[in-house]
T-cell receptor
């Protein structure tokens, strides 16, 4: 079983739609959780950290469910510029290295 | 945010040659740097964790003699792909963690390696 699993998509949604991504992790000792955005042929960029109490940044809401070991990302009122691959990442281990999910591809259509 | 650079951004080489990729933290000191590899339509896979002044820790399945990592200073880590073959063609990305920092890693822009 992979350490971090994501639905690869692709998700094709119209502008203005709400879209949700989920990610599950296998290591219950995982310490920190993140969502990254990666554009084609570019490095991943941190979108937001995920906190136990849930957190929101504009149109983006992230949630963590430690009991079920999953994290989620909700994008409201999606824009064309939201088209990208969204990677969840989990930090585990003494070196606190990041383990990435396989990414979920989102295309927002006009 | 902190800036990490990588050089070169793209390299094309013949099979059997060695390629060196540099990763620099430009405006901060990084005691730990990470090297990732990403094949098309796949996720980033951690190759190794590099600590300044000590040997790198390689992930399972990554050959340490093929992927040489040197982290000689707090701002520079290098990855050398020795005797590169076409299957080594990939997108190599480094990231750096602030000295004393707890969480955030800053990613370099990546190096696209194509081995002919």
């Amino acid at each position: 079983r992979k350490e971090v699993e994501q639905d690869p998509g692709p998700f094709n949604v119209p502008e203005g739609a709400t879209v949700a991504f989920n990610c599950t992790y296998s290591n219950s000792a995982s310490q920190s959780f993140f969502w990254y955005r990666q554009d084609c042929r570019k490095e991943p960029k941190l979108l937001m950290s995920v906190y136990s109490s849930g957190n929101e940044d504009g149109r983006f809401t992230a949630q963590l469910n430690r009991a079920s070991q999953y994290i989620s990302l909700l994008i409201r009122d999606s824009k064309l510029s939201d088209s990208a691959t969204y990677l969840c990442a989990v930090k585990t281990g003494s070196a606190r290295q990041l383990t990435f999910g396989s990414g979920t591809q989102l295309t927002v259509l006009p | 945010g902190a800036v990490v650079s990588q050089h070169p951004s793209r390299v094309i080489c013949k099979s059997g040659t060695s390629v060196k990729i540099e990763c620099r933290s430009l405006d901060f000191q990084a005691t730990t740097m990470f090297w990732y590899r990403q094949f098309p339509k796949q996720s980033l896979m951690l190759m190794a964790t590099s600590n300044e002044g000590s040997k790198a820790t390689y992930e399972q399945g990554v050959e340490k003699d093929k992927f040489l990592i040197n982290h000689a200073s707090l701002t520079l880590s290098t990855l050398t792909v020795t005797s590169a073959h076409p299957e080594d063609s990939s997108f190599y990305i480094c990231s750096a963690r602030l000295a004393g920092g707890l969480n955030e890693q800053f990613f370099g822009p990546g190096t696209r390696l194509t081995v002919l």
